[in-house]
């Protein structure tokens, strides 16, 4: 059974830092690109940061370049999200995305997503 289960979400003044957790199962994550979304209230689910099978590839989107920093480790089948210098335009569910590659490729997994708010 797959699972995707995000942790570290919470309430956190404008300048703070959060770091965001997805513990995998069920699958080959060394098989898998990784990815953070985020969606906030009344707009659109979009890419914050993805990281390559391997580590050795990451994007953010513009907004975050700077901030946030995204990692993985292989062997814990686990990829994180550090989020420094946030800001209340940062307020959104945080959501951990799997995308398989080669013959895995068409394989998505998503987890149920975590509270990110940023307010004072």
């Known amino acids: 059974q797959v699972q995707l289960v995000e942790s570290g979400g919470g309430l956190v003044q404008p300048g703070g830092s959060l770091r965001l957790s997805c513990a995998t199962s069920?699958?080959?994550?060394?098989?898998?690109?990784m990815s953070w979304y985020r969606q906030a209230p009344g707009k659109e689910r979009e890419l914050v940061a993805r990281i390559s099978s391997t580590g050795g590839s990451t994007n953010y989107a513009d907004s975050v370049k700077g901030r946030f920093t995204i990692s993985r480790v292989n062997v814990k089948n686990t990829v994180y999200l550090q989020m420094n210098s946030l800001k209340p335009e940062d307020t959104a569910v945080y959501y951990c995305?799997?995308?398989?590659?080669?013959?895995?490729?068409?394989?998505?997994?998503w987890g149920q997503g975590t509270q990110v708010t940023v307010s004072s």
């Open positions: 069920g699958f080959t994550f060394s098989r898998f690109d």
């Open positions: 995305n799997a995308a398989g590659i080669g013959y895995l490729f068409g394989n998505n997994y």
